[in-house]
Nanobody, 122 residues
Framework: QLQLVESGGGLVQAGDSLRLSCAAS????????IGWFRQAPGKEREFVAA????????YYADSVKGRFTASRDNARNRAFLQMNSLKPEDTAVYYC???????????????WGRGTQVTVSS
């Protein structure tokens, strides 16, 4: 399993942008699909975005489509989530996750980071 560490969260105002990073340790990062999830207080964890290992295809929840962009740099073992036009409802702890193999909707991810807090004030 990969070890994942998220960073880049913070407190911003509505309309602002943040870029989350996910640093992975391990030699096989490029063979993993990467997912981004979030969990708001009192709510279940939800899917936000994903990026495939090889095709670099990206997938988004409807709530963030057009505002968030997932990317990855396999040479640096890092994944990113660019978040623009942030809304108060985007407030949550954001997690990156990894799973070897191709991406498919609803797949389970075996490696998880500890999360980074994103707070968007109105």
């Amino acid at each position: 399993q990969l070890q994942l560490v998220e960073s880049g969260g913070g407190l911003v105002q509505a309309g602002d942008s943040l870029r989350l990073s996910c640093a992975a340790s391990g030699p096989t990062f490029s063979s993993h699909s990467i997912g981004w999830f979030r969990q708001a207080p009192g709510k279940e964890r939800e899917f936000v975005a994903a990026i495939a290992r090889a095709t670099l295809g990206t997938y988004y929840a409807d709530s963030v489509k057009g505002r968030f962009t997932a990317s990855r740099d396999n040479a640096r073992n890092r994944a990113f989530l660019q978040m623009n036009s942030l809304k108060p409802e985007d407030t949550a702890v954001y997690y990156c996750a990894a799973e070897p193999g191709p991406y498919s909707r609803g797949m389970r991810f075996g490696s998880w980071g500890r999360g980074t807090q994103v707070t968007v004030s109105s």
